[in-house]
């Protein structure tokens, strides 16, 4: 089946440590997303990719770092300057232009 | 890309149509209107988007006024599966990136 796949589903991260966040799709979808989602909050847009080799910042990139070096994955790196990167932390991909973005199941992230 | 104005919660009755408002009146005349909603712990769902003519499709219906300055989305006859934070966006078709604000928490109650 075609879809997007986020892992792991829950990570416990150590003070001063770097992690990342799988995002995988199967749809042939140039462009991909990142967005994270605080207790009861809207997303937050962190980094998009609307083709391989290029990606821009959202409105929360600080702390983060991305690479887009394949078409089918996006992965996101949680720094150890991101200093509360407790969250919800959702993928997603769509055909650039095009109205639909479809989502992982998102990757729970917290710090032990 | 224009804001977006929605309750922060709503109830509505198994069985009932609900109605889901957003401003949005600063859009643009190139702004398409896009819903998408969210139950609890999984990704955002896509429901339907329309730029100034009323849209209907197998889940929902959007109701855009003729100023284009506000919408409802409408469930028509709601569940107790439609209870999730449904989100209003507006945005340029061409725009990739999306923002999500914090939407309506819908309660369908039985």
């Known amino acids: 089946d075609g879809g997007i796949t986020q892992s792991p589903k829950y990570l416990f991260r150590k003070e001063g440590q770097n992690v990342t966040l799988s995002c995988e799709q199967n749809?042939?979808?140039?462009?991909m997303y990142w967005y994270r989602q605080d207790p009861g909050q809207g997303l937050r847009l962190i980094y998009y990719?609307?083709?391989?080799?290029?990606?821009q910042k959202g409105d929360i990139a600080e702390g983060y770092s991305v690479s887009r070096e394949k078409k089918e994955s996006f992965p996101l790196t949680v720094t150890s300057a991101q200093k509360n990167p407790t969250a919800f932390y959702l993928c997603?991909?769509?055909?650039?232009?095009?109205?639909?973005?479809?989502f992982g199941s998102g990757t729970q992230l917290s710090v032990l | 890309d224009a804001k977006t104005t929605q309750p922060p919660s709503m109830d509505c009755a198994e069985g009932r149509a609900a109605n889901l408002p957003c401003n949005h009146s600063t859009i643009s005349g190139n702004e398409y209107v896009y819903w998408y909603r969210q139950i609890h712990s999984q990704g955002p769902q896509y429901i339907i988007h329309g730029l100034k003519n009323n849209e209907t499709n197998e889940m929902a219906s959007l109701i855009i006024t003729e100023d284009r300055k506000s919408s409802t989305l409408i469930l028509p006859h709601a569940t107790l599966r439609d209870t999730a934070v449904y989100y209003c966006i507006v945005r340029v078709d061409h725009n990739n990136d999306m923002r999500f604000g914090a939407g309506t928490r819908l309660t369908v109650k039985p």
């Open positions: 997603a991909s769509s055909i650039p232009g095009k109205e639909k973005l479809f």
């Open positions: 990719s609307q083709i391989v080799n290029d990606f």
């Open positions: 749809l042939n979808h140039d462009a």
